[in-house]
């Protein structure tokens, strides 16, 4: 079992910045990997950014040179987001890949606006 708790996000300007955080406990040492998803009002989650414990990351296309995603072992992961657009705006959830399951965070609302 492993718990995702989430904080950051919130309002922001275009162009501005938000750093996002999610402390992982429980299980965490049978972690696979580590992703922040996201769902826009009528649409399906995506896959924003993911990564493993050895740096290997992976990032949707229109987030690269923008989001950096990164994780202290497991026990936390971050999401620096710069130069928010409008279309960043979704619901974003932290995730947690086990060999069985995967474990989400409760989400939090990023609403990027003027």
């Known amino acids: 079992q492993v718990s995702l708790v989430e904080s950051g996000g919130g309002l922001v300007q275009p162009g501005g910045s938000l750093r996002r955080s999610c402390a992982a406990s429980g299980n965490i040492f049978s972690i696979l990997s580590m992703a922040w998803y996201r769902q826009a009002p009528g649409k399906q989650r995506e896959l924003v950014a993911s990564?493993?414990?050895?740096?290997?990351t992976r990032d949707k296309d229109s987030v690269k040179g923008r989001f950096t995603i990164s994780t202290d072992n497991y026990r936390f992961l971050f999401l620096q987001m710069n130069n928010l657009q409008p279309e960043d705006t979704a619901v974003y959830y932290c995730?947690?890949?086990?060999?069985?399951?995967?474990?989400w965070g409760q989400g939090t609302q990023v609403t990027v606006s003027s």
């Open positions: 995730n947690a890949r086990h060999p069985l399951h995967h474990y």
């Open positions: 990564t493993t414990n050895d740096g290997d």
